[in-house]
């Protein structure tokens, strides 16, 4: 059976840890997709995603972080650094994959589907800094997005999250 073309499943990615992994694995599961970077910022919002990611996992709820350089370069690390930084200082245990770029020609295969209306079918949601988030139903279809600056235990996320699941 041919996987729904406006649904994020379709994909697979690397794991920091050099493995692959299909987004089918995460079929039913509410996510919420985040580029992530070390060095930015927001850096201290990996904190609140893994409160996020408690407060919902029992629910079938799931944070993806894909570290990417693509902003300022605020992604110095590599490979296991990333995923040590992220466990190491803010306790995150959602998974971490490797690092990629989001945005222009180069960009990975999630996130053009990610920002791009005519693939998703639903928003034109490019990111615009680290640490942008795009909330995905169960049906792995996007359902909404979210600004850097809006903080993960919001309650504009967590109502929608709520809603979802």
Known sequence: MKENPRSIYQFKAKLISGRDKALTDYKGKVLLVVNIASACGFAPQLKE????????KPEDFEILAFPSDDFGGQEPLEGKAIGDFCEQNYGVKF???AKI???GEQANP???????KELNGHFKARPRWNFQKYLIG????LADYFFPFTKPMSSKI???IQRLL
């Open 49 to 56: 995603l893994q409160e996020l990611s408690d407060s919902f």
């Open 158 to 160: 967590r109502k929608k």
């Open 101 to 103: 770029m989001v945005r």
């Open 95 to 97: 998974p971490v994959f």
């Open 110 to 116: 999630i996130f053009k589907f990610l920002s791009n």
């Open 138 to 141: 169960r049906d792995g279809e």
